[in-house]
Every structure is written in C-alpha cells, then in structure tokens.
C-alpha cells in the first residue's frame, strides 16, 4: 500500500507564490517504484482538471493556464513530487490533488494514487 501526503497549500494574495509537495510513502504494501507524477486541482463548481505531470525522467507537461508561472518537480531518492506557483491568481484558487502512478512487483503491478487534497486559496 502506498500513501501520498500533501503539504504547502493555504491562503495567499494575489501575486503570492506557494509551494505544494506530495510524498509517496509504503505502508505495509512492500517494494513499490514511483512512475509519473502529476498535479490536478478543483475549483468550487468546476470539474477537476491537470495542472502538470513529469515523468520519471523529468520530462514536465502543463497546463496551458499555468505555463510560465508553474513548475512542476521531483526527487525520486524521496519519492516526492513538488509545484512551486508563482505568481498567483484568484482563479488559481482550488484543492489540488497530486497523482501518482506506482509500480510494484505484484499484483496489480501499477496503479495510480491520488493525495489527499491541499487547498489553495487566492485572494486579497
């Protein structure tokens, strides 16, 4: 069993910047290798939607929204995934959830896990 922990969410002004991690973790389910990352996040009314993915090997993908203000990271030696966003708007504003895609050497040998949920709130 894997376990993602989101931290680094909460409240900022307009223009602020925040940085989101999310650490993958085993519980009791053995040896696992982390694959891709991502972020997505879900403003109130809205469906949830990708903010940026990096593989393995640190290609990055963003959204089209965020490009230029985002950047997506990653440690693989602690399993962490990391966005620092920059330059914040209100529509910024959501939970964001991060995503990963685990490996393991039994059954079900991959299969994604979504973090808990850190809220970003944007406003002055």
């Known amino acids: 069993q894997v376990q993602l922990v989101e931290s680094g969410g909460g409240l900022v002004q307009p223009g602020g910047s925040l940085r989101l991690s999310c650490a993958a973790s085993?519980?009791?389910?053995?040896?696992?290798?982390?694959?891709?990352m991502g972020w997505y996040r879900q403003a109130p009314g809205k469906e949830r939607e990708l903010v940026a993915t990096?593989?393995?090997?640190?290609?990055?993908n963003y959204a089209d929204s965020v490009k230029g203000r985002f950047t997506i990271s990653r440690d693989n030696a602690k399993n962490t995934v990391y966005l620092q966003m920059n330059g914040l708007k209100p529509e910024d504003t959501a939970v964001y959830y991060c995503?990963?895609?685990?490996?393991?050497?039994?059954?079900?040998?991959?299969?994604?896990?979504w973090g808990q949920g850190t809220q970003v709130a944007v406003s002055s």
């Open positions: 995503n990963t895609n685990i490996l393991t050497p039994s059954f079900p040998y991959e299969h994604d896990y």
């Open positions: 085993g519980t009791s389910g053995g040896i696992f290798r982390v694959n891709g």
């Open positions: 990096i593989t393995r090997g640190g290609s990055t």
